[in-house]
Structure formats: structure tokens, C-alpha cells
């Protein structure tokens, strides 16, 4: 680790101490101010109307917030037939947690005042009902520009620092950006994500779409790349359009994007969420972990919800918005067209979003391929059917023509994604409170080639064996999930149960031509394939989360599986495949005839959250869940993946690989004070029989007999851990200049890699053999140390700046001026051929600015790496004979928004 690096690190530390102690100061102050602090109005309290206190507020108070007070009572009426609560329940005086709930006591926020703390003549207003206590937070959670969510998270470039804006009169909607855009649904989008907005441990990060104007992002993946809400994301920018999202260091190929379950087609090119617009997206919720039982096995989970149908309390309605975006390095285009309508009961959405690019340079001036063109349509079609019952449609389609991957032996000259979901939900079922319903239908569909002159330069190989190559995927994953829940998400106590089910189909062709190395021999037509292959997943969970204490909140699931899986590809055109001179059979690829697999799996979480007071909580986590291994990693033969940073790989899967299995515990702390917002999040986690490569063999050749090419295999190994941590501080939060500091660090590690065995490659009349005795990847040549570097590990990442705003609340105009440190990452697998990559520093600098005479236009300006510094990250790829890959240089960017 270099000095700058620990230098970063114990001062970290040392601020993590001294935040403790901080906080805990500022809570017994606190708590003593409130208990000596007398209500200096008329107080008087009804046991039976308002049990609890109640005060006389000032005429200006009442006038300023009386549209607010008017939508939060009339919300929070019982409905008829309700069930009354307990009478300590309803008796008990709610703490003033947060800013929105000191906005109901009485301070004012007026132009004249924001941001100052309250005067000493400030009146406590207490809810003491719990129904208008849920619905006051649902209402603080709706209308706040950054959502509440467990953990703190860093405040989104852009965003107001205020928890509530000023009310806005509901009868002109034309000056409300936010139920212009987002509308007001009669009911909520689905209690299973509130569940995980609300989770009761802080093992939940939550990205805004709306996030996206401000920092011209392209794909979801970018989104989350340049989100400073995405703690625990490292994203591959493998090119400006298609960006792949490692959660925790996760492995490539490992997530998959949870909601509607999407998965990438093929590992390399396509990626669960490069499909997605990011402006065309509500929220992105990531669950670092084994802390949730409804998306399905697996460690980490990226859900997504797709901007909805609106509604619109005053009657029908229609709105649109027009946007475009330029970036000046690749001179990269967006142009964009929404319309919404809706009325009470019924809405509509539709988007259609067009991008083009061409190569980009990097920081000393060298043209990179990465042109590319994508068009995108999505609609919503929403309808309340009465009864508290409504049901939502969802379309996406996606088209890219001609996308250049920079490092990558394929491109994509074209690929279409077809996405439908329908949604049910009745919150008046027989039995329960809530009953949701998901049904869901994917496919995406591409073909590439590899015969890019402009890319040839990084491969040098492929032009020895004058290889010619063509590749065709089809991917579909389709399913359903039903939960039923019996309370809600601010209850007390509520619970769910629920079934699923996941199924996936994939298909992945490689027909090549090339001669071999020495004697030209020539090797045509030749497939290396992932056979026409399906994974059957029905599963059962349930999840509890019960309040105790009045500051503890304990939350638990689990679930179990049944996955199977095969391959129903016509055996005749397995009997000739791989990329030896003399075609192998499929079966002495991969070393064995067995297809057919079949596994129970389980997962178990449960949390702890205290709060301790009004600024500071505390959680404990502990989660084990269980993950199959994907259809590549148990199918493919010997296709062109490069998985690795080193570039030109094959990969060979292995159909007896077992399921991992992760052990995973998160402690974490979070502030909120007014003049100190952070939080911060330590890991460990112990992955049995995790999924990495065995290097197989090493192809070398002229000039000067340098590694070339390398086979991997994927393998189990007994034991890997990982570790870290997420943390951010924000200094005077609520002040027109905020300085903050985020910072990430994952080491993983493969502590058994030398294994029980070594795989040879297979081969016409040899297959491929499982060797006991002898150290992992022995037959290549290249060996390693019991204990080694997991592959694809990023390096300890900083991020300092500050933002500078015009006011407090809704601000016109916006600046960021940001540094990202990046650190030395000399933890490799060297066995692997990995290699070290040094640090850098990049400086980008965003604004954002919103006339004042015109409150719907929004102007989002800024530089990225305006020092034109050349760089790459660890995980880019580099060639080790031909012309390496590097991330943009300087980039000039505008972009307006229009709603109407």
C-alpha cells in the first residue's frame, strides 16, 4: 500500500473515532435540551381525539403550512372498518427525528430563514397516531428530493439539502418538477421494495434516476459509476454506453439485476443493466449482500424500477418533457422525448431516447474505438381498477447498431432487447393486507464480429493466425413473484411470504476461422459455443420485521430453492467444437458427459438496528445465502470471454462446479446532524466453494515468444474471503458550500488456491482431466502461493470535493468541484497473469443551473478530467504485446431539460 494510501486510511480512522465521540456528545445534549425545554404555547391534549400534545400554533405558521398540514391529515383519516390500536400505542408522543418532522413543529421555512436553527420560541408538534405517523412519513418520503433511506447516503449532486421544499400549491401542477414527472399514485408501487428502501440494517445503498440529467449519464451501470449514492458499486466502463456494475468486487457474470431478473447474454459484451436508460429509471436499490430473501438466491442484488404510469389527484392531465445532452470527447449525443398523462385512477408514460457516439481519445490525444448508436422506447400503462386494487404494464425495447467494444475481441454490430412486465397489486385482499403480483418476459438477442482494423492494433495475435470471427447470442429470462403481506412497511410488525420463480434460457455461438501457430494449418468454420442451455429456479421466502423497544428493529428472512438446469442443444452439432487444429468433441471439452444438474439451496438473514437517539443508529447484520453457478460458468467451450484484465482469454466452464456459498457480517454507523452528516459500514465475508479461474495453458508466440493467449477454467476453491468498507462525511450539510469525502475498500482473497487438483485441457481423443495431487493451474506452466488475490479486486478508492449552491432550499444553481483518488491496486492474482496497475488522480468539476423565470428548464454544464490526465483502471483491459486500452481524457459536457 503506497504512504498517500495510508495516509488516507488512518485519517480515516482517526475521523471515524472522533465521529463516535462527537456523536455521542451531541446525543446526551440533545437529549437533555429536549427534556428541560418547556412548550411556551397554549398545550392541550384529548385522549380520546389526539392522545398526546398538541400546541397553538402562530397565524403565519398555520398560513404558510397549512396546504401541508391539510394533505397530511387528510391522509392519515382511519378508513372505516380499520382496526383500532393499542392504547399505550396511540398515547405515546413521537421524537422529532428529522428535518421534515421539525418542519412540522412549528419552524418556518421561509425564504428569510432557511437553513437557521430554530428560535427559541419553536413549538414541538407531535403525531402521535401511528396511522398519521406512517402516512406524515410517507408523505416526508414522497415529496423529499433525496428518499429517506437506511443508511444515510451522500447527498446527489443537484439535490436541495433540505429533507422537505417549500409547499407548492397542488392546483398548478406546471410548478411542481416532482408531480410533473413522478405524478401521485393512488397507491404505493409495491411494499416488497418499500421493505427494501426501508430495510432494518444498513446494508442498502438507493440511486435516484432522477439523478441522471445532472451528471449526462448514459447506461445504469454509468449512472451508478458517477452517483455518489452507490457506496458499495465499482463499475467497468467497457465502453461509453455499456457499463459493468461489480457490487463489492463481485465477480464478472456473477449479478444479475433483480426486479424483473435480468442477465447478461454474453458475460463479456452485454451486462445486466446496459440495457437500461438510466433517465428512463425511478430508483436503483443495491443489497451488498445476502440481507434479502425476495430477490432470489445469490450475495448481492441491483434492483431497478422503470419510471411508472402517474396519477393525477386534480383529473386528467398531460405533461412531456424534452431533452438532449453533448459531450465534446467521442462528440456523443442524446436526444429525448417523454409525454405523461394520467388522471385519479388511470396514467401513462411513454419515452423514446436516442444516443450516438463515435471514438473518443484519451489523455495523450490516441483515438480509442468506441463508436456506437442505441435507440430506446419504453411505455407504462397504469390503472386503478377500484377496491384498492391496480394493475401496471411495462415496455422496453432496445436497439444498438454498430457498438465498438475498445480491449475486446468482438463488437456488436447489432443487438435487441425486448423487455415486458405486468404488475398487480390488491392492497383489499381476504386474506392478508396485501397481496403482489409480478409476472415478467426478457430477451435480448445480438451478433458481432471481430474483424475491426481499427481494433487489430491491440491484437496483435489475431493477425498471425489471421483469425475471422463471428459470434450470434440469444439470451430470454422469464418468471413470476407473488407475495402476500400482512402489515406495512411502518408497522410495527408486518411480515411476507411469497413463491417465484425464475427461468432462463441462453444460447451463444462462435464460429471462427484462423490457421495455427508454426505450420499454417488451416482451422475453419469452427464453434466455440455456450450450448442452447436452460436454469429452472421455483423458489419460497418469507421475510419478518418487528419494532422493539421503541428504538430497536429486528428484521429476518429466508428462502429456499430448487435449481436446475441442462442443456438442450442437438448433441450432432456438439461433436466437432473448441479451437484446436483437430476438433474436439464437447463432451472432452469440458471433461465430462454429465448435463443435467440439480441443487437445493437456502439462504437465512436477520438484522438489528438501534436508534439511539434523533441523530445516531447503529446496526448488526448477518446474512448466509447460497448462489448456482450461471449457464457459462457450467457450459461454455472455450468461446472468446475476456473476463480478465490481461485480456486475450478463452473459457472453458465445468458442469460439476458447485454452488458457492457466502457467510457475510456488516456492522455500520450512521450520523445525522446539522452540522455532520456520515456513515460508515465494515464487512467480512467467508465464500466456500467460490467460483474463480484455473489457468490452463499458456499460448505463447513470435516475435519473441510473449504470452499471447491464456485458457481459463472456471473452478470451486474451498475458501476466499472479502472485506472492507463504504463511508462518507458531509461537513455542514445544510450550508450553501458542503465539503464531503466518500471512500470504498474490498480485499478479497483466495485462501485455498492451490486446490486438491489440476485440470488439463481437453482434446481431440484426451479430455480434459481433473489431476489429484498436484497445485491449481500446474499444467499451464504458471503457479501461485496457497493464498492469493481474488482476480478483479479494485484498489481503495477516494473521493473529496465540495458543492457550493446559490441557497439551502431549491437552489438555482449548483457547482461541484470533486477529486477521485485512486490507489496503487498491487493485491493481483498473479497465477492468473494479473497485473499491478498504478494510482491516479482525476478532477471533474459539474453544475447545474435552473432560471429563475423558467422553474421547468434545467441546464446541467461541467468538465470530466479536466486535467486531461491518461489513465485506466485495474480492471481495463491491457494487451502484453499490442497497444493498451485508456479511459477518456478530457470531456466537456451540456445538457437541458424542458418539462412541460
Given at each position: 500500500?503506497?504512504?498517500?494510501?495510508?495516509?488516507?486510511?488512518?485519517?480515516?480512522?482517526?475521523?471515524?473515532?472522533?465521529?463516535?465521540?462527537?456523536?455521542?456528545?451531541?446525543?446526551?445534549?440533545?437529549?437533555?435540551?429536549?427534556?428541560?425545554?418547556?412548550?411556551?404555547?397554549?398545550?392541550?391534549?384529548?385522549?380520546?381525539?389526539?392522545?398526546?400534545?398538541?400546541?397553538?400554533?402562530?397565524?403565519?405558521?398555520?398560513?404558510?403550512?397549512?396546504?401541508?398540514?391539510?394533505?397530511?391529515?387528510?391522509?392519515?383519516?382511519?378508513?372505516?372498518?380499520?382496526?383500532?390500536?393499542?392504547?399505550?400505542?396511540?398515547?405515546?408522543?413521537?421524537?422529532?427525528?428529522?428535518?421534515?418532522?421539525?418542519?412540522?413543529?412549528?419552524?418556518?421555512?421561509?425564504?428569510?430563514?432557511?437553513?437557521?436553527?430554530?428560535?427559541?420560541?419553536?413549538?414541538?408538534?407531535?403525531?402521535?397516531?401511528?396511522?398519521?405517523?406512517?402516512?406524515?412519513?410517507?408523505?416526508?418520503?414522497?415529496?423529499?428530493?433525496?428518499?429517506?433511506?437506511?443508511?444515510?447516503?451522500?447527498?446527489?449532486?443537484?439535490?436541495?439539502?433540505?429533507?422537505?421544499?417549500?409547499?407548492?400549491?397542488?392546483?398548478?401542477?406546471?410548478?411542481?418538477?416532482?408531480?410533473?414527472?413522478?405524478?401521485?399514485?393512488?397507491?404505493?408501487?409495491?411494499?416488497?421494495?418499500?421493505?427494501?428502501?426501508?430495510?432494518?440494517?444498513?446494508?442498502?445503498?438507493?440511486?435516484?434516476?432522477?439523478?441522471?440529467s445532472s451528471v449526462v449519464s448514459t447506461d445504469l451501470g454509468s449512472l451508478l459509476r458517477k452517483s455518489p449514492g452507490g457506496l458499495s458499486v465499482k463499475t467497468q466502463r467497457r465502453t461509453p454506453i455499456v457499463n459493468d456494475t461489480r457490487v463489492r468486487s463481485s465477480r464478472v457474470g456473477a449479478l444479475a439485476a433483480s426486479g424483473s431478473h435480468w442477465v447478461p447474454a454474453r458475460e463479456d459484451l452485454d451486462t445486466a443493466l446496459s440495457k437500461i436508460?438510466?433517465?428512463?429509471?425511478?430508483?436503483?436499490?443495491?443489497?451488498?449482500?445476502?440481507?434479502?430473501?425476495?430477490?432470489?438466491?445469490?450475495?448481492?442484488?441491483?434492483?431497478?424500477?422503470?419510471?411508472?404510469?402517474?396519477?393525477?389527484?386534480?383529473?386528467?392531465?398531460?405533461?412531456?418533457?424534452?431533452?438532449?445532452?453533448?459531450?465534446?470527447?467521442?462528440?456523443?449525443?442524446?436526444?429525448?422525448?417523454?409525454?405523461?398523462?394520467?388522471?385519479?385512477?388511470?396514467?401513462?408514460?411513454?419515452?423514446?431516447?436516442?444516443?450516438?457516439?463515435?471514438?473518443?481519445?484519451?489523455?495523450?490525444?490516441?483515438?480509442?474505438?468506441?463508436?456506437?448508436?442505441?435507440?430506446?422506447?419504453?411505455?407504462?400503462?397504469?390503472?386503478?381498477?377500484?377496491?384498492?386494487?391496480?394493475?401496471?404494464?411495462?415496455?422496453?425495447?432496445?436497439?444498438?447498431?454498430?457498438?465498438?467494444?475498445?480491449?475486446?475481441?468482438?463488437?456488436?454490430?447489432?443487438?435487441?432487447?425486448?423487455?415486458?412486465?405486468?404488475?398487480?397489486?390488491?392492497?383489499?385482499?381476504?386474506?392478508?393486507?396485501?397481496?403482489?403480483?409480478?409476472?415478467?418476459?426478457?430477451?435480448?438477442?445480438?451478433?458481432?464480429?471481430?474483424?475491426?482494423?481499427?481494433?487489430?492494433?491491440?491484437?496483435?495475435?489475431?493477425?498471425?493466425?489471421?483469425?475471422?470471427?463471428?459470434?450470434?447470442?440469444?439470451?430470454?429470462?422469464?418468471?413470476?413473484?407473488?407475495?402476500?403481506?400482512?402489515?406495512?412497511?411502518?408497522?410495527?410488525?408486518?411480515?411476507?411470504?411469497?413463491?417465484?420463480?425464475?427461468?432462463?434460457?441462453?444460447?451463444?455461438?462462435?464460429?471462427?476461422?484462423?490457421?495455427?501457430?508454426?505450420?499454417?494449418?488451416?482451422?475453419?468454420?469452427?464453434?466455440?459455443?455456450?450450448?442452447?442451455?436452460?436454469?429452472?429456479?421455483?423458489?419460497?421466502?418469507?421475510?419478518?420485521?418487528?419494532?422493539?423497544?421503541?428504538?430497536?428493529?429486528?428484521?429476518?428472512?429466508?428462502?429456499?430453492?430448487?435449481?436446475?438446469?441442462?442443456?438442450?442443444?442437438?448433441?450432432?452439432?456438439?461433436?466437432?467444437?473448441?479451437?484446436?487444429?483437430?476438433?474436439?468433441?464437447?463432451?472432452?471439452?469440458v471433461g465430462t458427459s454429465i448435463s443435467q444438474t440439480d441443487r437445493v439451496m437456502w439462504s437465512l438473514y436477520g438484522s438489528l438496528t438501534r436508534e439511539h437517539n434523533e441523530a445516531l443508529t447503529t446496526s448488526a447484520s448477518l446474512g448466509f445465502g447460497q448462489r448456482a453457478p450461471t449457464l457459462t460458468e457450467l457450459y461454455a467451450a472455450q468461446p472468446f470471454l475476456l473476463l480478465l484484465q490481461n485480456g486475450l482469454n478463452n473459457v472453458t466452464g465445468?458442469?460439476?462446479?458447485?454452488?458457492?456459498?457466502?457467510?457475510?457480517?456488516?456492522?455500520?454507523?450512521?450520523?445525522?446532524?446539522?452540522?455532520?452528516?456520515?456513515?460508515?459500514?465494515?464487512?467480512?465475508?467467508?465464500?466456500?466453494?467460490?467460483?474463480?479461474?484455473?489457468?490452463?495453458?499458456?499460448?505463447?508466440?513470435?516475435?519473441?515468444?510473449?504470452?499471447?493467449?491464456?485458457?481459463?477454467?472456471?473452478?470451486?476453491?474451498?475458501?476466499?474471503?472479502?472485506?472492507?468498507?463504504?463511508?462518507?462525511?458531509?461537513?455542514?450539510p445544510q450550508e450553501r458550500l458542503s465539503p464531503f469525502v466518500t471512500m470504498r475498500y474490498v480485499d478479497g482473497r483466495d485462501r485455498t488456491r492451490n486446490g486438491d487438483f489440476a485440470t488439463t485441457n481437453g482434446a481431440q481423443g484426451s479430455a480434459s482431466t481433473k489431476v489429484p495431487g498436484l497445485a491449481r493451474g500446474f499444467f499451464s506452466g504458471i503457479t501461485g502461493g496457497d493464498s492469493e488475490p481474488l482476480p478483479g479486486i479494485s484498489p481503495l478508492?477516494?473521493?473529496?470535493?465540495?458543492?457550493?449552491?446559490?441557497?439551502?432550499?431549491?437552489?438555482?444553481?449548483?457547482?461541484?468541484?470533486?477529486?477521485?483518488?485512486?490507489?496503487?491496486?498491487?493485491?493481483?492474482?498473479?497465477?492468473?497473469?494479473?497485473?499491478?496497475?498504478?494510482?491516479?488522480?482525476?478532477?471533474?468539476?459539474?453544475?447545474?443551473?435552473?432560471?429563475?423565470?423558467?422553474?421547468?428548464?434545467?441546464?446541467?454544464?461541467?468538465?470530466?478530467?479536466?486535467?486531461?490526465?491518461?489513465?485506466?483502471?485495474?480492471?481495463?483491459?491491457?494487451?502484453?504485446?499490442?497497444?493498451?486500452?485508456?479511459?477518456?481524457?478530457?470531456?466537456?459536457?451540456?445538457?437541458?431539460?424542458?418539462?412541460?
Amino acid at each position: 500500500m503506497s504512504i498517500s494510501c495510508r495516509r488516507i486510511l488512518c485519517t480515516g480512522i482517526l475521523a471515524s473515532t472522533w465521529i463516535g465521540l462527537f456523536a455521542s456528545g451531541h446525543a446526551v445534549c440533545a437529549q437533555e435540551f429536549l427534556e428541560v425545554t418547556e412548550l411556551p404555547s397554549r398545550v392541550a391534549s384529548d385522549p380520546d381525539e389526539n392522545p398526546g400534545v398538541s400546541a397553538t400554533l402562530s397565524d403565519n405558521t398555520v398560513k404558510h403550512f397549512s396546504p401541508v398540514f391539510d394533505e397530511v391529515l387528510a391522509a392519515g383519516r382511519k378508513p372505516s372498518g380499520s382496526p383500532s390500536l393499542p392504547k399505550h400505542r396511540r398515547a405515546r408522543a413521537l421524537p422529532l427525528k428529522n428535518a421534515s418532522q421539525r418542519f412540522l413543529s412549528g419552524r418556518e421555512l421561509g425564504p428569510d430563514n432557511v437553513g437557521e436553527a430554530p428560535s427559541a420560541d419553536a413549538i414541538r408538534f407531535a403525531i402521535p397516531n401511528d396511522d398519521l405517523d406512517r402516512e406524515a412519513d410517507r408523505f416526508r418520503r414522497e415529496t423529499s428530493p433525496l428518499r429517506q433511506t437506511t443508511m444515510l447516503q451522500p447527498t446527489p449532486f443537484g439535490t436541495p439539502v433540505v429533507s422537505v421544499q417549500e409547499p407548492v400549491a397542488q392546483t398548478d401542477p406546471a410548478t411542481s418538477l416532482t408531480t410533473q414527472l413522478f405524478g401521485r399514485s393512488s397507491l404505493d408501487r409495491s411494499v416488497l421494495r418499500q421493505a427494501r428502501l426501508g430495510v432494518a440494517s444498513f446494508s442498502t445503498d438507493i440511486v435516484r434516476g432522477r439523478e441522471a440529467s445532472s451528471v449526462v449519464s448514459t447506461d445504469l451501470g454509468s449512472l451508478l459509476r458517477k452517483s455518489p449514492g452507490g457506496l458499495s458499486v465499482k463499475t467497468q466502463r467497457r465502453t461509453p454506453i455499456v457499463n459493468d456494475t461489480r457490487v463489492r468486487s463481485s465477480r464478472v457474470g456473477a449479478l444479475a439485476a433483480s426486479g424483473s431478473h435480468w442477465v447478461p447474454a454474453r458475460e463479456d459484451l452485454d451486462t445486466a443493466l446496459s440495457k437500461i436508460d438510466s433517465r428512463l429509471v425511478n430508483d436503483v436499490i443495491i443489497i451488498p449482500g445476502p440481507y434479502s430473501s425476495v430477490y432470489g438466491p445469490g450475495f448481492h442484488f441491483v434492483d431497478f424500477e422503470l419510471l411508472q404510469s402517474p396519477r393525477f389527484a386534480g383529473g386528467n392531465e398531460l405533461h412531456g418533457q424534452t431533452s438532449f445532452d453533448h459531450q465534446s470527447n467521442g462528440n456523443q449525443w442524446l436526444a429525448q422525448q417523454s409525454l405523461w398523462a394520467g388522471g385519479e385512477d388511470w396514467g401513462m408514460r411513454g419515452n423514446y431516447s436516442h444516443r450516438y457516439g463515435s471514438d473518443y481519445e484519451d489523455g495523450d490525444g490516441s483515438s480509442v474505438p468506441s463508436s456506437y448508436e442505441s435507440r430506446e422506447f419504453t411505455v407504462a400503462l397504469g390503472r386503478d381498477l377500484g377496491d384498492d386494487r391496480s394493475i401496471e404494464f411495462s415496455l422496453l425495447r432496445l436497439d444498438q447498431t454498430d457498438v465498438e467494444f475498445p480491449g475486446y475481441v468482438f463488437d456488436i454490430d447489432y443487438l435487441v432487447t425486448d423487455g415486458y412486465e405486468v404488475a398487480y397489486i390488491d392492497a383489499n385482499p381476504e386474506i392478508g393486507d396485501r397481496v403482489e403480483t409480478e409476472v415478467w418476459y426478457n430477451r435480448t438477442r445480438f451478433e458481432g464480429n471481430a474483424q475491426n482494423i481499427a481494433k487489430r492494433p491491440q491484437f496483435p495475435f489475431l493477425n498471425r493466425i489471421r483469425y475471422i470471427g463471428f459470434t450470434d447470442v440469444d439470451s430470454m429470462s422469464t418468471g413470476y413473484r407473488r407475495g402476500r403481506t400482512w402489515g406495512e412497511a411502518g408497522d410495527d410488525v408486518s411480515w411476507t411470504v411469497g413463491h417465484d420463480l425464475r427461468f432462463v434460457k441462453q444460447e451463444l455461438n462462435e464460429i471462427s476461422d484462423a490457421v495455427t501457430l508454426g505450420f499454417p494449418f488451416p482451422v475453419t468454420d469452427r464453434n466455440s459455443p455456450i450450448p442452447k442451455s436452460f436454469a429452472a429456479n421455483p423458489g419460497l421466502f418469507a421475510e419478518y420485521n418487528e419494532r422493539l423497544l421503541d428504538c430497536y428493529t429486528f428484521k429476518a428472512g429466508a428462502r429456499v430453492d430448487y435449481v436446475q438446469t441442462d442443456i438442450t442443444a442437438d448433441p450432432a452439432g456438439l461433436r466437432e467444437v473448441g479451437l484446436d487444429a483437430f476438433p474436439a468433441s464437447y463432451e472432452e471439452i469440458v471433461g465430462t458427459s454429465i448435463s443435467q444438474t440439480d441443487r437445493v439451496m437456502w439462504s437465512l438473514y436477520g438484522s438489528l438496528t438501534r436508534e439511539h437517539n434523533e441523530a445516531l443508529t447503529t446496526s448488526a447484520s448477518l446474512g448466509f445465502g447460497q448462489r448456482a453457478p450461471t449457464l457459462t460458468e457450467l457450459y461454455a467451450a472455450q468461446p472468446f470471454l475476456l473476463l480478465l484484465q490481461n485480456g486475450l482469454n478463452n473459457v472453458t466452464g465445468d458442469p460439476t462446479l458447485k454452488q458457492e456459498k457466502m457467510l457475510q457480517a456488516d456492522l455500520s454507523l450512521d450520523f445525522d446532524g446539522d452540522y455532520l452528516r456520515c456513515g460508515t459500514r465494515g464487512f467480512y465475508g467467508w465464500a466456500f466453494d467460490y467460483i474463480t479461474f484455473e489457468n490452463t495453458q499458456v499460448t505463447a508466440g513470435p516475435p519473441s515468444g510473449d504470452v499471447q493467449q491464456v485458457s481459463l477454467r472456471y473452478v470451486n476453491t474451498s475458501l476466499a474471503t472479502l472485506a472492507g468498507f463504504e463511508s462518507f462525511l458531509e461537513l455542514l450539510p445544510q450550508e450553501r458550500l458542503s465539503p464531503f469525502v466518500t471512500m470504498r475498500y474490498v480485499d478479497g482473497r483466495d485462501r485455498t488456491r492451490n486446490g486438491d487438483f489440476a485440470t488439463t485441457n481437453g482434446a481431440q481423443g484426451s479430455a480434459s482431466t481433473k489431476v489429484p495431487g498436484l497445485a491449481r493451474g500446474f499444467f499451464s506452466g504458471i503457479t501461485g502461493g496457497d493464498s492469493e488475490p481474488l482476480p478483479g479486486i479494485s484498489p481503495l478508492e477516494t473521493r473529496i470535493g465540495f458543492r457550493l449552491r446559490d441557497a439551502t432550499a431549491d437552489p438555482n444553481w449548483n457547482v461541484e468541484l470533486a477529486a477521485r483518488i485512486v490507489d496503487d491496486q498491487d493485491r493481483v492474482a498473479t497465477s492468473l497473469l494479473e497485473n499491478a496497475t498504478p494510482g491516479f488522480t482525476v478532477y471533474d468539476v459539474r453544475g447545474t443551473y435552473r432560471p429563475r423565470f423558467n422553474d421547468n428548464l434545467l441546464l446541467a454544464f461541467g468538465i470530466e478530467n479536466f486535467t486531461d490526465k491518461t489513465f485506466r483502471e485495474h480492471l481495463d483491459f491491457r494487451s502484453l504485446t499490442g497497444v493498451s486500452v485508456y479511459q477518456p481524457g478530457i470531456n466537456f459536457y451540456v445538457g437541458a431539460d424542458l418539462t412541460y
